[in-house]
């Protein structure tokens, strides 16, 4: 039996930085994005509810399938699928960019 794979994205989006596990990555036929599909969500079984991982839930919720700006990708890893059984990801907010990097805009004045 062939396991199945499992691959952490990790991208920028308006600002904060996103990490999601998803079953499939490619290339899309749309130029210059990323499609992600079976987007990997963890139990919501947890006494304690981490904010971050609601907002992510809140916004994939009935997403099937995703495309991500290339220059927004940080980095994809494929991992082992159990932790994929880990809660969805998380968002972190406040991060300031590395200077050319998406969501930096430079002020000339």
Same mark, same amino acid.
């Given at each position: ?6 691959y952490?994205?990790i ?15 490619y ?6 994005f990323?499609?992600v ?5 963890g139990? @919501?079984?947890?006494?304690l509810?981490?904010p971050?991982q609601?907002k992510? @839930?809140?916004?994939?919720?009935g997403?099937?399938r ?5 220059n927004?990708i940080? @980095?994809?890893?494929e ?7 880990r809660?969805l990801?998380r968002?972190?907010?406040g ?10 805009? @430079?002020?000339n004045?």
């Open positions: 039996m062939v396991a199945k794979k499992c952490k994205i991208f920028y989006n308006q600002d904060e930085v996103f990490e999601i596990y998803a079953g499939h990555v290339p899309s036929e749309m130029f210059g990323l499609e599909e079976a987007l990997t969500f139990e @919501r079984s947890q006494v509810v981490d971050s609601e992510l @839930r809140t916004e994939f919720e997403v099937q995703t495309y991500i700006p290339m927004a940080v @980095r994809i890893d991992v082992e699928p159990a932790a994929a059984e809660p990801g968002v972190k907010s991060v300031t960019p590395f200077p050319g990097s998406p969501g930096h805009h @430079r002020n004045d």
